[in-house]
C-alpha cells in the first residue's frame, strides 16, 4: 500500500483510540464510511419536513405569512434558549464571555424587533381579522419559549406581577411567586376579568414545565452568572451595556413592536378588539404598564420610573 499521507496517518491514529476507548472496532467504521451516502442540503436541514410545517386553518393568502413569522419567531427563541442554556451550564463564566453570550442574545432580539414590520406592514388588515378568528384560543401569548427566555434570564422574583413584586425576594419559594406571576393578569376578558381559554390551555400544559425551569435557573441565570462574577468584571462598561440592552430588547423594544402591531390591526374600532377574544390587551400589553425589568439595580430610579416610555427609542437608535 503506497505511503499513507502524514495527516492521514495522525487522524487515523485519533479514530484507533476513540473507537478502541469504547470498545469498537475501527476498521468495521471505516467500511461503512464507503457504503455510506453524503448528505445533501436538503436532507441536512430537513428542508422537505419544515416546508410541510405550514397548514392554515382558512384559504385567505396572508394567514401563510402570520404563520411562518411566528415559526421564524420561534426558531429565534430557541436560538436565544441555546446560548442561555451555554452559560448556565459553564462550569465557571468569564466576564468575556457573558458579554459575546449577550451580544448574541441581542443581536437576535434586534433582527426579531426590527422585522417585526413583517406583521405590522405586510398583511392586509382585513384579511388578518377574518383568519384570526378562525385561530382562536390560539395566540402568541401561548409562546412557551418566550417565557423560558425571561425565566433563563432573571431571578424569578422579577417576573412577578409588579404589584405584588415587594412581597417578594430572590430567595421565596418559587412555587408561590409563580402565583403571581405577571402574565396572570393577561388573557383575561376584559368584561369580566375571568381568565380565557388561551390562559387556561396554557397553565394546563406549561405551569409543572416552567416552575421547575425557574427552580433549575435559581443560581444559573444570566443575572445569577453576571453576579458570580468577580466585583471588578461586574463594574465592566461593556458588559453593564450588554444587560442593559438586553433588558431593553426584551422588556421594551420587542414588546413595543409586538403592541404597536396590535394597536393597529385591532384598535380600528370596536368590533375589531373582538379578534382577540374581548380581552384586555391593552391595559395588560404596554411595557410601561408591565414594567417587567430583569435586571433593575443596573437602572436609576428615573429610568425605571420612566421604563417604556420615550427616552427608550433614543437609546434604541444608539444601540444599533
Ligand atoms: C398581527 C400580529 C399580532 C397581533 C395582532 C398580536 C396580538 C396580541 C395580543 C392582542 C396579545 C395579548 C393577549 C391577549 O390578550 O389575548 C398578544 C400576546 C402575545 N403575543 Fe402577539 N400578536 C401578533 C403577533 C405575534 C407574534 C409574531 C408573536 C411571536 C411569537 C407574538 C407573541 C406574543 C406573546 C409572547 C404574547 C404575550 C405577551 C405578554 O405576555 O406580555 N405575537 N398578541
Known sequence: MAHLDKTIEDLVQKLEEKYKSMGQDLASYLEGRLYENYVPYW??????????????????????????????????FKMILHEIEQVANEPVVSKKYLIEKLKRINRYFIILTDSFTVMSEGMEQQQFLEFRMALLPASGFQSAQYRMVEIASTDFVHLVGKDYRDRFDRNSDIEEMYKYIYWQAGATVLSTGEKTLTLMQFERKYNDQLIQMAVDYKNTNLWARYKQLPKKDQDDAQLISALRDLDLNVNVNWPLAHYKTAVAYLQRNPTDITATGGTNWQKYLPPRFQKRIFFPSIWSENEITEWGKSWVRQHVSDVK
Open 43 to 76: 436532507d441536512y436541514v430537513h428542508l422537505d419536513t419544515l416546508l410541510t410545517l405550514q397548514k392554515p386553518k382558512t384559504d385567505i393568502p396572508d394567514e401563510q405569512i402570520f404563520i411562518m413569522y411566528h415559526q421564524v419567531t420561534e426558531l429565534y
